[in-house]
């Protein structure tokens, strides 16, 4: 069976810092991988999704930055964090129409 | 006008009856629905996907209305565990061949003993 990891579960950083937030699946080919937000009060907008390695695309305009140096890992990045970054990350994958999400790593910018 | 709208609630719901959520959604060229549910500070699971034909998953039925773009839920028999909040979400064909998700902020629903 799939499964989908992410790692820190939780991240408290200072404005300015920079950022990295890690995504692997296991159990499963070249899925879709993508990369959600969800801020406090407000559901979950899609950051960048990925059809295969080192293939991104963008959703919205931010000073993130995602990468797929794997078939299986998606990597969430910044170089200098905002207030407005802190937040709830969650990676998903799918195969297909479905998308299945991980955990989620918590973000708070100071 | 909002992509997927849901009244954010929260129903507040006795153990063992019934309550339905609604949703609209504003992309007709959407082909693919869904409601997942998320629990306080933890990911959305997929609780089922939504058929133009109407399907039902033991106590939770799920409605389409393309006519009106228009998605409900259905939870009969309501428990304890049900309380969480449910997202309806539609799909947006993306670049590649890619599904992107459009969620809607979610209803809150507590179920009370």
């Known amino acids: 069976s799939q499964t989908i990891h992410q790692w820190p579960a939780t991240l408290v950083q200072p404005v300015g810092s920079p950022l990295s937030l890690e995504c692997t699946v296991e159990?499963?080919?070249?899925?879709?991988l993508y990369w959600y937000r969800q801020a406090a009060g407000r559901g979950l907008q899609l950051l960048f999704y990925?059809?295969?390695?080192?293939?991104i695309s963008s959703e919205v305009p931010q000073n993130l930055s995602a990468s797929r140096p794997q078939d299986r890992q998606f990597i969430l990045s910044s170089k200098k964090l905002l207030l407005s970054d802190s937040g709830f990350y969650l990676c998903?994958?799918?195969?297909?129409?479905?998308?299945?999400f991980g955990p989620g790593t918590r973000l708070l910018v100071l | 006008r909002k992509e997927v709208e849901q009244d954010p609630g929260p129903f507040n719901v006795p153990e063992g009856a019934t309550v339905a959520f609604n949703c609209t959604y504003s992309?007709?060229?959407?082909?693919?629905f869904f409601w997942y549910r998320q629990d306080c500070r933890k990911e959305p699971k997929l609780l089922m996907s939504?058929?133009?034909s109407g399907n039902e998953d033991g106590r939770f039925t799920a409605q389409l209305n393309r006519a009106s773009q228009y998605i409900s839920l259905l939870i009969r028999d309501s428990k304890l565990s049900d309380s969480a909040t449910y997202l309806c979400?539609?799909?947006?064909?993306?670049?590649?061949?890619?599904?992107?998700?459009?969620f809607g902020k979610g209803t809150h629903l507590i179920i009370q003993p």
């Open positions: 998903a994958w799918s195969i297909g129409e479905t998308q299945y």
């Open positions: 159990g499963t080919s070249n899925p879709n």
């Open positions: 990925s059809i295969g390695i080192g293939q």
């Open positions: 992309n007709s060229a959407s082909q693919s």
């Open positions: 939504v058929y133009s």
């Open positions: 979400v539609v799909n947006v064909h993306l670049g590649g061949g890619a599904d992107g998700l459009t």
